[in-house]
Nanobody, 121 residues
């Protein structure tokens, strides 16, 4: 069993910054990809950013230049530094881990419980 625990959400004014963290725990040998998704009220969940164990990162066009994803493979932790926040960034942010290996076994992709980010105008 793998658990993802997020932290760092909150309320911030437009133009401000927040840093999200997500730590994976359990019997884990390695995780190929870790990422962040978000879901605003009435909208579908969308990819924000993803990073591989090798450090290759991809971002949604809407956050390029403002958000930075990073990870600590030794700690199975992924971070999302969010700068120049806009009201349209308001959403519940979910952590995701895929390609989770435990010895010769691979777990199904896992999700965190979500953390609320609210950006006021």
């Amino acid at each position: 069993q793998v658990q993802l625990v997020e932290s760092g959400g909150g309320l911030v004014q437009a133009g401000g910054s927040l840093r999200l963290s997500c730590a994976a725990s359990g019997s884990i040998s390695s995780i190929y990809a870790m990422g962040w998704y978000r879901q605003a009220p009435g909208k579908q969940r969308e990819l924000v950013a993803v990073i591989t164990s090798g450090g290759s990162a991809n971002y949604a066009d809407s956050v390029k230049g403002r958000f930075t994803i990073s990870r600590d493979n030794a700690k199975n932790t992924v971070y999302l530094q969010m700068n120049s926040l806009k009201p349209e960034d308001t959403a519940v942010y979910y952590c995701n881990a895929d390609g989770i290996r435990s010895g010769n076994h691979y777990y199904s992709p896992s999700w965190g419980q979500g953390t609320q980010v609210t950006v006021s105008s």
